[in-house]
């Protein structure tokens, strides 16, 4: 069956990652590597792969849920508002994952803060880009008045 052979050789890659960096240095990763993501975890990285995974997606409800009190903020409370959702996310269960060597780890609060502010930002763009082209083709009269915001980020 497919999950087998799928477990049998990411067993054969640990195995081989362990073997590779067996030194005192990297004794104490060995008990953080993760085979398997859950759906609750977070993965760092690009592409679709990363896009559709479900712990990404309900990050991604999170911070959109919060993206309006967050475009209001400080530079200080924004930190903040991004620090509640790590919180919110390994609240049920979820961490924030990073491939290295074919194996996944978990990363620090300063990782996955900048992971989370970098979610807001593209959020921003992408909210900025449909609010244009749903303005392309009405009235333009209207100025969002979001863009004149001063901004601390």
Not at 77 to 87: E, L, S, W, Y
Not at 115 to 125: A, D, L, P
């Amino acid at each position: 069956d497919k999950h087998g052979e799928f477990l049998a050789m990411r067993r054969r890659q640990e195995a081989a990652w362990a073997a590779r960096n067996h030194t005192s240095h990297h004794a104490h990763l060995h008990e953080n590597i993760i085979v398997v993501p859950r759906n609750d975890d977070v993965l760092l990285g690009r592409g679709r792969p990363f896009q559709e995974h479900a712990g990404n997606m309900r990050c991604n409800y999170v911070v959109l849920s919060t993206m309006e009190k967050y475009e209001e903020a400080s530079r200080n409370d924004k930190t903040t508002i991004a620090r509640n959702v790590i919180n919110k996310i390994k609240g049920y269960g979820g961490r924030f994952l990073k491939q290295h060597e074919g194996v996944w780890e978990e990363v620090d609060d300063s990782e996955a803060l900048r992971k989370i502010s970098h979610s807001f930002r593209t959020h921003r763009q992408l909210l900025k880009a449909h609010q244009s082209s749903t303005n392309e083709g009405g009235n333009n009269s209207k100025k969002n008045t979001s863009d004149k915001r001063h901004r601390e980020d």
